[in-house]
């Protein structure tokens, strides 16, 4: 029973949290996108997997992902200072993914190894 309780309010304040962000932007804009967070999904999987975060789950650092957020943004400042087309930018966040993706599967296995 308490499991289903975390969940839910797990989803609430999720919910909660993601309404009140849409005010606010909705309000500094002065009008609202549907489309204004896409794509974040992806930028928030390789903030974590930069940080350090295992991609199977159970290990995970507040530092590690406050880091990995920093970094990529400083990425994407790099790039859009330098005049490249935003694309790129997605396509470095796709192989940030790939790569550590490959790298948190070799550490598993090279972990499972010396079992």
Same mark, same amino acid.
């Given at each position: 029973?308490? &499991?289903?309780?975390?969940?839910?309010?797990?989803? *609430? @304040?999720? /919910?909660?949290?993601?309404?009140?962000?849409?005010?606010?932007?909705?309000?500094?804009?002065?009008?609202?996108?549907?489309?204004?967070?896409?794509?974040?999904?992806?930028?928030?999987?390789?903030?974590? &997997?930069?940080?350090?975060?295992?991609?199977?789950?159970?290990?995970?650092?507040?530092?590690? &992902? *406050?880091?990995?957020?920093?970094?990529?943004?400083?990425?994407?400042?790099? @790039?859009?200072?330098?005049?490249?087309?935003?694309?790129?930018?997605?396509?470095?966040?796709?192989?940030? &993914?790939?790569?550590?993706?490959? /790298?948190?599967?070799?550490?598993?296995?090279?972990?499972?190894?010396?079992?």
């Amino acid at each position: 029973m308490r &499991v289903r309780r975390v969940k839910t309010l797990a989803f *609430i @304040l999720s /919910g909660a949290l993601a309404a009140l962000a849409g005010t606010l932007e909705a309000g500094k804009l002065g009008f609202a996108d549907g489309g204004m967070g896409r794509l974040m999904e992806l930028q928030a999987i390789a903030a974590c &997997v930069l940080g350090g975060c295992a991609l199977a789950g159970g290990r995970i650092s507040l530092v590690g &992902v *406050i880091f990995g957020a920093f970094t990529l943004s400083s990425i994407q400042s790099f @790039l859009v200072v330098n005049g490249v087309q935003p694309q790129w930018f997605i396509l470095a966040l796709g192989l940030i &993914v790939v790569a550590a993706a490959i /790298g948190d599967r070799a550490l598993r296995d090279w972990a499972l190894k010396g079992r």
